[in-house]
């Protein structure tokens, strides 16, 4: 279904939120009334999830991956380029401040007109990335500011697996 990710590895089932019995309360920066909360499962048309390297280019490999799933979902070009950055600071934050395993999740919401885009993690590391201990203070650290300039809700939810930090963005038609 998803030919331009077929190289990629397979969506796989999130069994955490199969068996949810509702959402759950996030810790969440930006709220807009109801929209602070993660899917339910009843809310999702489509639900799926990708199993990411751990490395310098994981964020390339989930634009990849985004932007086919988009394409799919037929959702327009201003959402997808939101999403695509929103997908992009959040796995880049998960490789250089993160544990791995990373995972991504994208899932569209049953009216359409909002996804959800989540990057689960296993929590803090120890040390810094690669690219941010190779850089000055100055030249980093504006990530989150993306996400809350384009998403209508973001947060943080802790798990037993790590981390997962979501934004939910408005979707717009062709």
Not at 88 to 93: A, F, P, R
Not at 103 to 119: D, K, M, P, Q, Y
Request: hydrophobic share 40%; proline share 7%; with cysteine.
């Amino acid at each position: 279904m998803y030919a331009a990710t077929e190289n990629l590895m397979p969506p796989a089932v999130d069994a955490a939120a199969a068996h949810r019995s509702g959402p759950a309360v996030p810790r969440t920066t930006k709220t807009s009334d109801a929209t602070a909360f993660p899917p339910s499962p009843q809310s999702r048309v489509d639900d799926l999830t990708w199993l990411l390297t751990h490395c310098p280019q994981a964020p390339c490999s989930a634009r990849r991956i985004t932007a086919a799933v988009l394409a799919e979902w037929h959702l327009g070009l201003g959402t997808a380029e939101a999403a695509l950055l929103v997908v992009s600071e959040l796995v880049t934050n998960a490789v250089e401040h993160a544990q791995p395993p990373v995972t991504l999740h994208l899932h569209l919401e049953r009216a359409g007109s909002c996804i959800w885009v989540g990057v689960s993690d296993g929590g803090p590391a120890k040390n810094k990335g690669l690219w941010t201990s190779s850089c000055a203070d100055d030249e980093h650290g504006r990530g989150l500011e993306v996400v809350n300039a384009l998403a209508t809700a973001h947060g943080t939810r802790s798990h037993s697996g790590g981390i997962t930090h979501w934004a939910r963005l408005l979707t717009t038609g062709v």
